[in-house]
């Protein structure tokens, strides 16, 4: 798999700038649009860049510390690239004590990435998390949207292996 985390170049399609402008002119006049402006933009970017946010402030004349100061303060929002797929393990008690860490670590090696990294080709994302509410499934984990519970490290191996055998078919 892909090696350590990288600088992505922000990269923007005509179609996401389009769209973007299209919400911040809905935008430009309202009240408290900087909120759903942010929203906006993280739907269609998949992240907050740096360029996007610039132009939110230029639209909206909002200054940029305080689109940076709401972006911050919740954790819908993020800074950095996303992978396609986001691999959430769970580090609750329940998880952890039947063995998330040893799945977590596997995932390390075989992602090449450290929890809270993506991989260089924006396939995914590894996070460890607390509890996520499915203890009776201990130790859980998520891709996406998607539970997987009561794995191994070799049950969490093939999910990964999964999803690698399925971006590689793309």
Partial sequence: MSGQTVAFEFVETTSQYDELNEVLQKLKCQAGGQMP???EAQRIYG???IEVLQRISKELAVPLEKLYSTATFYSQFTFVPRGKYTISVCMGTACYVKG?????DSYETTLG???GETTGDRLFT???????GAC???PVLTVNEEVYGRLTTKKGDKVLATYIKESKAE
């Fill in 136 to 138: 009776g499934l201990a």
């Fill in 126 to 132: 590894l996070e460890s998390c607390r509890c996520i």
């Fill in 37 to 39: 402006a942010l929203q």
């Fill in 100 to 104: 998330a860490g040893n799945i977590l």
């Fill in 113 to 115: 990435i450290k929890a």
């Fill in 47 to 49: 992240y907050l860049p």
